[in-house]
């Protein structure tokens, strides 16, 4: 099995930015594949498809690039270890309903993941070669650009449906239309997670060429923002999801004709907070 991840070091003048990406991988490597329930669309649709194309250009902007290639329904990095359900597997947590915890229970559209519990041998195996050599990668970047800089930006890069879906809208009305979300949607755990020249720095980037934005709403961020978000520490993480119809033909899964203006946006971003990220360090110094 290849390494989980791939680690893209900056190419132009180095930043203080790490854009991961823990959602865009499909790979599902043979040991895997038994349990597995959910179809090959499931797997599509429920990844950031396209994510990792749309920041490439983040290493040209001074930014370390780090892109899981494998899929969520092995293990999903963006939850921490404990969020294991014992109805998934083994030995999990029995006060833990969670359809979406480290190991998924159900796709977005409410159909089973899985067709068996998982023992906690495979749970270990999936956090042994895939979780935490993840994880153990992004916190040496983090604390590599922190020495160097003395702060360090995550970007925890993302997409989410334009609409609620699957088991998000299963107790609406039939009759009441599923609301659409933001253009861009930055979770800070309620502006926790990062100073607030980051989080306004991505919004007025949103605003200024009409996006619309939404903090927190329905995203505040995950296991990265939560575990990485240490402002007192000179640690920033703000999760970023952008809506799939800027990028993304929904229907079909394939890049819409905005995609390279949507690349742009990013690469844009990235440049920003980096910039952003060196002035106040400089004016703190």
């Not at 270890?81 to 969670?98: P, Q």
């Not at 599923?178 to 607030?196: T, Y």
């Not at 990485?228 to 800027?246: C, K, M, N, S």
Request: hydrophobic share 40%; aromatic share 6%; charged share 25%.
């Amino acid at each position: 099995m290849r390494p989980p991840f791939q680690r893209v070091d900056p190419v132009g003048p180095e930043t203080p930015v790490i854009v991961e990406i823990p959602h865009a991988g499909l790979e599902l490597a043979p040991p895997f594949l038994e349990p597995l329930a959910a179809s090959a669309r499931s797997i599509a649709r429920d990844a950031d498809l396209y994510v990792d194309m749309l920041y490439a250009d983040a290493p040209a902007e001074g930014a370390t690039l780090l892109v899981a290639r494998t899929s969520r329904y092995v293990i999903d990095l963006n939850r921490s270890e404990g969020d294991v359900d014992s109805e998934v597997v083994e030995g999990g947590r029995v006060d833990l309903r969670m359809h979406h915890g480290l190991i998924w229970r159900s796709t977005s559209d409410g159909e089973r993941a899985l067709t068996r519990r998982l023992t906690a041998t495979e749970l270990n195996e999936r956090l042994e070669l895939v979780w935490r050599p993840y994880h153990r990668e992004l916190a040496a970047i983090v604390e590599r650009k922190r020495a160097r800089f003395g702060l360090a930006i995550v970007l925890a890069a993302h997409s989410m449906p334009s609409i609620e879906r699957g088991l998000l809208t299963s107790g609406r009305d039939s009759s009441c239309p599923a609301e659409q979300r933001a253009d861009v949607v930055p979770g800070s755990r309620g502006r926790k997670s990062a100073a607030a020249p980051f989080i306004s720095a991505i919004e007025a980037h949103a605003v200024g060429i009409g996006w619309t934005v939404r903090h927190d709403d329905p995203y505040a961020g995950g296991f990265t923002t939560q575990h990485y978000g240490r402002p007192a520490d000179d640690v920033h993480a703000i999760q970023v999801e952008l809506a799939r119809r800027l990028y993304l033909d929904e229907a079909t899964l394939r890049p819409s004709p905005h995609f390279d203006s949507v690349r742009d946006w990013c690469r844009r971003l990235v440049g920003i907070l980096g910039r952003v990220a060196l002035m106040g360090h400089a004016a703190t110094a």
